[in-house]
């Protein structure tokens, strides 16, 4: 079977239609770009009059062959394949005869810029359809002439923003900016277009390779493009912090390519795309938010043997900030919602929230009054158990107290089928101790959602002592459902996500116990690639709450007869809380909180003096981050953690751990766990025993091991 399949119409336009044999989707790879080459030489034949570009599979190409970039060891390795794709699509575009990409599918990566060597781009007007150039999210450039060919399409400011942030581009809104020529209702329209694009415009030339081509907006020598790019880098850096080398290589193959002649711009093209594919920051990204994310998805840490579940009535136990964020994400994908709490008021104002975020979506034109309504419609807001009955999944997202989640409990067994399951919301509580106030513990487990839920991608499912794995499987099942993605971890205090995202907060905070700036302890947070700083983050959590969690689980180590060892940063905490300064919700905190935004409290320069001398800024970031990540292997090393890729996985999904290092356990790989080993022995023999490395990573150094999924 070939690649790309060529049929000749009686009116002698040439279809190739891309179908690689074995594969769900379209990808770059030698072997597509073979079939695009031999349809491409079909058209010297005189009675051909043009080609239209197509494909077989529901997309019309996904992009490069993921697998294939993963081999490449060598820069001259990438440098050639980026220079040998280009060849096929320069033929292409330059053989004399009309080229349209008739784009039935997503056109994404490699996939698009297939399409931008065509002579006209038509698409169906799906709006799920996604064109765009995501290579940045994985750390790559366009290497098959993106960075060449847009900017002289649409502009180098609108291919700057296209490439640099890599995000989905709609049928409507590529239309708009001139990246397509036409929308089609479906697919007969798209190919009728494709074909009277070719009959009218027999002797059809790219716009670059007309005499008088001009750069729209100018090339890199305008005044308003080298004023773009007097900022860009900086702006880019400003938001980046340079963590991302990907988007300076994408601004300067723009910027130099804006220079040049286009076979030129190409060849620089593919030197930054080989920096970009041979980079540390690429392979940290492809291994976790490639592999390791599809691997998730696809089950991998979900029991076999389970049949495919989906919940069709759904309980939620408090209509809170929670179980409203709950109720929406679950009606929108359609399942029935019951929304209970302890009066009928704030069961209404739990859906209220939902009808907030509906009306703003339909308001932006991102939803219609009818979808909303019908969502609406889903949401039971309630006080009676009795409209429990026929649910088969209970949320418990009630006050986070042992009491009064084990009386909901009861009260929502007594109307639920034995088949039920229940599952607890609790983000400190461990779910086996939950799971005695039920009658049957087997179906009991925890699905810990992060806040705002409609937002967060991450769900992390905590499976208790007795939990059984088919309620593993239906729990897992049902976020999938929703659309987030699960991670499966073991029970324990904090269980995974909220014990090492801690580490990164409390390491923050102790910084300034002692001296150190607290605009330097935020500037390394952020420098860091963390998405907050760590003591604004404090005031986000509510310092309060992070004292109470640490003084219960301080009485819980006590009844168990095990040692306590205090972060430095409580004491900190402890003290901001005796002045009242306990976070956002009060308005103070380690910031002062106003409308406007929020202002370090100048008062703590008195609390904690700055010192004179100052530690590097790679101290700082160090210690913020090791912490972490020494943090996850103990996680790993307990058997809290069940697999790297969840590890990993969630980090980023769920507190933001810098996705460049490609997450916690990655961040450790990367360096070579001698290095890690270390750096945190230098860590501890200065700031305390928390840098000591995890056992496990010792291990690993001397055995030249590193963590990696079987
Ligand atoms: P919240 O205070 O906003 O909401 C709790 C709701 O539960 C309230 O509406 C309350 O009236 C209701 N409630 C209390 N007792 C009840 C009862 N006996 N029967 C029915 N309803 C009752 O709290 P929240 O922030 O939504 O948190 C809920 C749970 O989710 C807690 O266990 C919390 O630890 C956990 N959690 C919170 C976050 C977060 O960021 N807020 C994140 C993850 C998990």
């Known amino acids: 079977m070939a690649a790309v399949n060529i049929e000749v119409g009686s009116d002698g336009v040439l279809v190739a239609t891309m179908d690689l044999p074995g594969r769900a989707m379209n990808v770059v790879n030698?072997?597509?770009?073979?079939?695009?080459?031999?349809?491409?030489?079909?058209?010297?034949?005189?009675?051909?009059?043009?080609?239209?570009?197509?494909?077989?599979?529901?997309?019309?190409?996904?992009?490069?062959?993921?697998?294939?970039?993963?081999?490449?060891?060598?820069?001259?390795?990438?440098?050639?394949?980026?220079?040998?794709?280009?060849?096929?699509?320069?033929?292409?575009?330059?053989?004399?005869?009309?080229?349209?990409?008739?784009?039935?599918?997503?056109?994404?990566?490699?996939?698009?810029?297939?399409?931008?060597?065509?002579?006209?781009?038509?698409?169906?007007?799906?709006?799920?359809?996604?064109?765009?150039?995501?290579?940045?999210?994985?750390?790559?450039?366009?290497?098959?002439?993106?960075?060449?060919?847009?900017?002289?399409?649409?502009?180098?400011?609108?291919?700057?923003?296209i490439m640099g942030e890599g995000a989905d581009i709609s049928p409507q809104k590529a239309l708009g900016?001139?990246?397509?020529?036409?929308?089609?209702?479906?697919?007969d329209e798209l190919m009728a277009m494709a074909r009277a694009w070719i009959v009218a415009n027999p002797k059809a030339r790219q716009p670059w390779d007309q005499p008088k081509f001009r750069f729209p907006g100018g090339d890199s020598r305008a005044p308003a493009v080298a004023q773009l790019f007097s900022v860009a880098p900086s702006v880019a850096s400003a938001r980046s912090w340079g963590n991302y080398p990907a988007l300076q290589h994408i601004m300067s193959s723009v910027f130099e390519g804006g220079l040049l002649d286009f076979d030129a711009a190409s060849r620089v093209e593919s030197r930054y795309f080989a920096a970009c594919a041979m980079s540390q920051v690429s392979r940290n990204m492809i291994g976790t938010l490639w592999y390791q994310l599809n691997a998730i998805k696809k089950g991998a840490s979900r029991p076999a043997g389970v049949p495919a579940s989906k919940v069709r009535k759904l309980g939620i136990l408090?209509?809170?900030?929670?179980?409203?964020?709950?109720?929406?994400?679950?009606?929108?994908?359609?399942?029935?919602?019951?929304?209970?709490?302890?009066?009928?008021?704030?069961?209404?104002?739990?859906?209220?929230?939902?009808?907030?975020?509906?009306?703003?979506?339909?308001?932006?034109?991102?939803?219609?009054?009818?979808?909303?309504?019908?969502?609406?419609?889903?949401?039971?807001?309630?006080?009676?158990?009795?409209?429990?009955?026929?649910?088969?999944?209970?949320?418990?997202?009630?006050?986070?107290?042992?009491?009064?989640?084990?009386?909901?409990?009861?009260?929502?067994?007594?109307?639920?089928?034995?088949?039920?399951?229940?599952?607890?919301?609790?983000?400190?509580?461990?779910?086996?101790?939950?799971?005695?106030?039920?009658?049957?513990?087997?179906?009991?487990?925890?699905?810990?959602?992060?806040?705002?839920?409609?937002?967060?991608?991450?769900?992390?499912?905590?499976?208790?002592k007795d939990t059984s794995d088919e309620t593993l499987a239906r729990g897992f099942d049902y976020v999938l459902q929703i659309g987030k993605t699960p991670i499966v971890v073991n029970d324990s205090r904090g269980f995974y996500t909220s014990r090492v995202f801690a580490t990164y907060v409390m390491e923050g905070v102790a910084l300034l116990q002692e001296g150190v700036h607290p605009r330097s302890i935020e500037v390394a947070g952020l420098q860091a690639g963390m998405p907050m700083p760590p003591l604004a983050l404090q005031d986000e959590v509510s310092l309060s709450l992070s004292l109470h969690v640490a003084e219960q689980t301080r009485k819980d180590l006590a009844a168990e007869g095990k040692p306590w060892l205090e972060h430095p940063g409580m004491q900190v905490v402890r003290k901001l809380c005796e002045i009242g300064r306990i976070g956002k919700k009060a308005g103070q905190g380690f910031y002062d909180w106003t409308d406007d935004g929020k202002l370090l409290w100048p008062g703590l320069a008195n609390l904690y003096p700055v010192a004179a001398r100052q530690p590097e800024q790679r101290e700082l970031i160090d210690r913020l981050m090791f912490a972490q990540a020494n943090e996850a292997a103990r996680c790993f090393e307990e058997g809290v953690l069940r697999s790297v890729a969840d590890a990993d996985i969630g980090s980023i999904f769920g507190w933001g751990f810098a996705p460049f290092h490609g997450g916690a356990l990655q961040f450790i790989n990367a360096m070579g766990a001698p290095a890690f080993v270390a750096r945190c022995r230098e860590l501890a023999a200065r700031f305390g025993p928390r840098f000591e490395p995890a056992a496990i990573v010792v291990g690993q150094a001397a055995s030249g091991g590193r963590f990696a999924d079987a």
């Not at 169906?124 to 064109?131: F, M, Q, T």
């Not at 994985?138 to 400011?157: A, D, F, N, S, Y």
């Not at 900016?177 to 697919?187: F, P």
């Not at 019908?374 to 009955?389: K, N, S, V």
């Open 30 to 161: 030698d072997e597509l770009m073979l079939g695009i080459a031999q349809a491409a030489q079909r058209l010297a034949d005189p009675a051909v009059k043009g080609l239209v570009l197509t494909s077989a599979k529901a997309d019309f190409c996904a992009g490069g062959d993921i697998d294939r970039m993963s081999k490449w060891t060598r820069p001259e390795e990438p440098f050639e394949a980026a220079n040998a794709m280009k060849a096929v699509l320069r033929g292409l575009e330059l053989q004399g005869k009309p080229v349209v990409a008739a784009i039935n599918g997503h056109a994404l990566g490699g996939g698009l810029e297939i399409a931008l060597a065509c002579h006209a781009r038509f698409v169906v007007d799906d709006a799920r359809l996604k064109l765009g150039q995501p290579e940045v999210k994985l750390g790559l450039l366009p290497g098959g002439g993106g960075t060449v060919r847009l900017p002289r399409l649409v502009g180098i400011q609108q291919a700057l923003q």
């Open 177 to 187: 900016m001139g990246l397509v020529s036409g929308l089609a209702r479906d697919r």
């Open 318 to 464: 408090g209509a809170g900030m929670m179980g409203a964020g709950i109720a929406y994400v679950s009606a929108k994908v359609g399942i029935e919602v019951v929304l209970l709490d302890t009066a009928a008021e704030l069961a209404e104002r739990g859906k209220a929230y939902s009808q907030g975020l509906l009306d703003k979506a339909v308001k932006k034109g991102r939803s219609t009054a009818d979808k909303r309504d019908a969502l609406l419609a889903r949401i039971t807001p309630t006080t009676e158990y009795a409209l429990l009955a026929g649910c088969d999944l209970v949320v418990e997202a009630v006050f986070e107290d042992r009491a009064v989640k084990a009386g909901v409990t009861r009260q929502a067994e007594a109307v639920l089928a034995d088949t039920a399951l229940f599952a607890s919301n609790t983000s400190t509580l461990p779910i086996t101790g939950l799971a005695q106030a039920s009658a049957r513990p087997r179906n009991f487990i925890g699905l810990h959602f992060f806040s705002p839920v409609d937002r967060m991608p991450l769900v992390e499912i905590i499976v208790g």
